[in-house]
């Protein structure tokens, strides 16, 4: 039997985050109106007279990664958008559908199985269950959990004790993915003229992986709450695979304004982190974005975020300064910058102040 439904609204935050039922144990109680811990002022609102449907990010077939057209293309987007999909990356449609079958599979699990990996619990240091993004900090909390894995290639031992409901199906995406994301990388960096991606650029570009699982539940009242609060992420880039539910926005050129990224079958989302504007010195921009909540489906996403190494100094590329402009980012610890992004909520493109000169 589960834990008993909160029933004062200060409850809340001890029953979804200190129980460890998050947010999917809530709506599992039957929930008629919205905690007040997840009504955004108005001003944290996605309001329909914000967005342009004009606008659309570009989507982009990688089928032939040697056609010379396709790294101006991607350098198009990344230097514009921040922004892009691609289509015809060569990994089976299959894989994808057994991932977003894993993670209904294991948010569908009984409470109680659940629990049993949310964080400070979990039996592996490389797999936890969360919710929203810094529930201790925030001022309102994010309609999202979580479920996140740190993958080290070719480490099995690692890998024994994450949850089998989804284990094999997020293991057969990791290893088709990294091939793309090891290409991605290399056309981006070519277009700041690096020529070969060696081992301390790897690491400073890669090192660290990390995939997770989110699960947006359905919402009585999604207009009220944000799935994910603007924000841009750290990375150097993320990929992420959405379901056909749609609800991720990415700020558009004019002020205020909003573009929805449309679900698209078989697609990736790749996006520039602050990792890769801090590289570039400003040439590829990492722009917020945010995932508005569905009222009447769950809705899951699964992104990568490629990160450095934790040891990696991150700053501009010499190759990018090689031709006298000045730097506009000192150099930080990578780990310093993860450590500062998860002290506060999200608060847009905030983050990378930290490293500006
Ligand atoms: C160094 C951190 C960031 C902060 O440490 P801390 O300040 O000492 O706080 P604690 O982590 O010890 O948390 C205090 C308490 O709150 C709990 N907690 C604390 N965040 C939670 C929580 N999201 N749920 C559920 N209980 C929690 C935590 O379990 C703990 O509970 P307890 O031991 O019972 O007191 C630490 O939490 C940490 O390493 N977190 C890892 C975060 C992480 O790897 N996330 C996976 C994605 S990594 C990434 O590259 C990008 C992420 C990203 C993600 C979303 C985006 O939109 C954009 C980007
Ligand atoms: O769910 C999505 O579509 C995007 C999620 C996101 O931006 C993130 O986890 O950083
Ligand atoms: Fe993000």
Known sequence: MSTATPNASSDVLDFVVH????????????????????????????HASQVISQES??????????????????????????FFQIINHGIPQEILDHLQDAAHGFFGLPNEERKKFWKGKSPTDTAFLA??????????????????????????????????????????????????????????????????????????LMGSLTINLNYYPHCPNPELVTGVGCHSDISSITVLLQDDIGGLYVRGIEEDSWIHIPPVNGALVINIGDVL????????????????????????????????????????????????????????LFSDYFSYFFSKGHDGKNSINYAKI
């Open 19 to 46: 129980k460890a039922n998050g947010l999917k144990g809530l709506v599992d109680t039957g929930l008629q109106s919205l905690p007040r811990q997840y009504i955004q002022p108005p001003e944290r609102r996605l």
């Open 131 to 204: 919710t929203s993004f810094t529930p201790l900090k925030e001022k309102v909390l994010e309609w999202k959990d979580y479920l996140s894995f740190r993958y080290i290639p070719g480490d099995e031992k690692s890998q024994t004790l994450w949850p089998s409901v989804c284990k094999d199906p997020v293991l057969d995406y990791m290893k088709r993915v990294e091939m793309v994301i090891k290409k991605l990388l290399e056309l981006l960096l070519t277009k700041l003229n690096v020529r070969e991606i060696d081992k301390e650029k790897e690491y400073a």
């Open 277 to 332: 504007q801090i590289m570039s010195n400003d040439q590829y921009k990492s722009i917020e974005h945010r995932v508005v909540a569905n009222g009447s489906k769950n809705r899951v996403s699964v992104p990568i975020f490629v990160n450095p190494g934790p040891d990696a100094l991150i700053g501009p590329l010499p190759e990018v300064l090689e031709t006298g402009a000045a730097p506009r980012y000192k150099p930080i």
């Open 57 to 82: 990010i570009p989507i982009i077939d990688v089928s032939n990664w040697d056609d010379p057209q396709l790294v101006e293309s991607i350098f198009e987007a990344a230097s514009k958008w921040g």
